[in-house]
């Protein structure tokens, strides 16, 4: 009985990691709503309501799921007109769920947040990797909000991490060159982007980088059974925001634990077929790539498609219906053309992409403009975060956290996160 529980899971995590060309030829998996149980337990530990006490009391509105399959919609529960944010996750994909708990946090802050799905979302309809995304759709997401009930017309802005940070300025950017010639396309009233790539990158899959996430992170048995997970730093399990779990074995619903994660099919091997990039992949496309193989005669058949594959076919991440003006793989992004407000974040020792290839490209495309933009560098500190002053009035503030990576630690996201807020209510209300 146990081995073919082990056996029916490894059946799942593997049809649920093939490659592109196969998992559109085929159904993509479904997306499960979380249920409000296990939304309540990975957010549990987000909302810091010492340093951010809550204004309102946050409630999902579920008709967004159905308008945009994988997103989930957070409103103050007060039933009147809020300003709105459209947050957009990174590479990892929609299924993490990694905008979700942020949503909810905006929302008990007086803001209604969509945790916005536009990859990888369980539905057959849309991409299932960063290949060929519409910002159409994304936009679609953006206009909807502003005159759904929840806002009314208020002002909108927008959110992304890493590749979402991407979108989030390349979406601006378009936008606003779309603008002078259509009066009618509506730009978001403020953007903030933490660790956004200056140019416009390849597609991507992560499901193409073996090891690039441990344990059961992608597996959908997992993703679908929350409850059944307890935060554990010395857990197998890696969830929303990468952090440890365990299963929790003693609850008796919680007895079919999942057996083994994408991550354990792959084993290095010099002869292997497969690539994963090294680290800081755009910033060395010509690096050379570690060799793995899979594990057949335990996975079952292997992916189809991998990182290789994608790299020699360069199809584009973005585009805009068939248009991909502005959206060419390498395009410096014109963040300048767009005239609101933009904060952008980024660590020191980012190991995606460099500062000089993140937040200090945009910014000497703003020098060379001649645009008035301020750059402060966020010394590292133990302590909480005093309150900060109001931004000042100019269109682009950078902020370069001294000794943070991609995914900043505890203190830092404090600090960004009353940036943010500050940012937010400074431009959207």
């Not at 539905?123 to 009314?152: C, I, Q």
């Not at 991407?166 to 982007?193: G, N, W």
């Amino acid at each position: 009985m146990a081995v073919t529980r082990i056996l029916a899971a490894v059946v799942v995590i593997v049809a649920w990691t093939h490659g592109v060309a196969q998992a559109q030829q085929n159904s993509a998996p479904r997306q499960m709503p979380l249920p409000e149980r296990a939304i309540e337990q990975m957010c549990a530990s987000y909302s810091d309501p010492a340093l951010f006490p809550p204004r309102f009391a946050a409630k999902e509105e579920p008709g967004a799921r159905a308008m945009f399959p994988g997103s989930y919609l957070f409103v103050p529960a007060d039933g009147t007109p809020h300003p709105g944010v459209v947050l957009l996750h990174g590479s990892e994909g929609g299924r993490s769920g990694s905008t979700i708990c942020l949503a909810r946090f905006l929302a008990q802050q007086g803001y209604a947040a969509l945790s916005f799905c536009y990859f990888d979302c369980g539905n057959d309809r849309l991409p299932f990797a960063l290949v060929g995304v519409d910002l159409r759709r994304t936009y679609e997401a953006m206009t909807w909000l502003k005159t759904s009930v929840h806002v009314a017309d208020k002002k909108v802005g927008l959110y992304g991490f890493s590749r979402g940070a991407e979108q989030t300025i390349l979406l601006a950017s378009v936008l606003a060159m779309r603008a002078k010639s259509d009066p009618a396309i509506a730009l978001p009233d403020a953007v903030f982007a933490h660790a956004p790539y200056g140019t416009v990158a390849p597609a991507y899959n992560f499901r193409w980088r073996p090891n690039q996430l441990n344990g059961a992170y992608w597996d959908p048995y997992v993703r679908a059974s929350l409850q059944c997970l307890a935060y554990d730093s010395t857990g197998k399990y890696r969830v929303v925001g990468g952090a440890a779990m365990r299963w929790r074995s003693e609850d008796s619903a919680c007895s079919e634990k999942p057996a083994l994660s994408f991550s354990d099919c792959w084993r290095e091997d010099s002869r292997g077929r497969y690539s994963v990039p090294p680290r800081g992949p755009y910033d060395n496309p010509g690096a050379s790539r570690g060799s793995y193989a899979w594990l057949a005669d335990m996975c079952g058949p292997p992916p189809e498609v991998n990182q290789r594959d994608i790299d020699k076919a360069h199809p584009p991440a973005w585009r805009w219906g068939d248009s991909l003006e502005g959206l060419a793989t390498g395009t410096v992004i014109a963040l300048g053309a767009y005239p609101g407000s933009a904060m952008l974040t980024q660590g020191t020792v980012d190991e995606v992409w460099s500062l000089a290839n993140g937040i200090e490209r945009i910014m000497a495309t703003f020098q060379r403009a001649g645009t008035r933009f301020t750059h402060t560098i966020v010394a590292q500190t133990a302590t909480a975060p005093a309150e900060l002053p109001v931004a000042p009035a100019d269109r682009l503030l950078t902020f370069a956290f001294e000794g943070e990576a991609h995914t900043f630690r505890t203190t830092a996201v404090r600090t960004e996160r009353n940036l943010m807020l500050t940012f937010f209510a400074a431009r959207l209300r």
